[in-house]
């Protein structure tokens, strides 16, 4: 993505180590994904904050092949869903072991210069 892509304040996030995501500001509604307008009222008053890096697993799956060469020395690894406790949903590199309903932590790390998203348990 570029920076002037609708992700660069949670790319400019991940690069000082934070992660954010968007929560309306009418309704108050934390957003799934980076989005224009509020998934739950329409509203276009969306901002952007910053996740306490807590969340439960909502779903886990185990990649086999690399989208990429990059991600080649990885594989196997694991892909889960999280649902932050602020309400928005992400996906991050899970640990081997996190199951559906885990707490965990969330960090930021870097494979080569790209910056990613880890959980851990809590």
């Known amino acids: 993505m570029t920076a002037t892509s609708l992700a660069a304040p949670f790319l400019a996030g991940l ?3 934070r992660i954010r995501f968007q929560r309306c500001g009418a309704c108050g ?7 224009y307008a509020c998934t739950a009222c329409g509203a276009t008053d ?4 910053y996740a306490t890096g807590r969340g439960t697993v909502f779903a886990v799956t185990e ?5 990429t060469d990059a991600f080649r ?5 694991r892909i889960a869903l999280i649902d932050l406790d ?4 992400l996906m991050a590199h899970a640990q081997p072991g996190l199951s559906v309903g885990d707490r965990v932590s969330l960090s930021v790390y870097r494979l080569g210069e790209q910056a990613l998203i880890r959980a851990a348990p809590a």
């Open 86 to 89: 602020e309400g928005a949903r």
């Open 46 to 49: 969306l901002r952007w904050e």
């Open 73 to 77: 020395a990885l594989v196997p690894y």
């Open 15 to 17: 690069a000082d180590d």
């Open 29 to 35: 509604k934390a957003q799934r994904l980076a989005r």
């Open 63 to 67: 990649v086999k092949r690399a989208p």
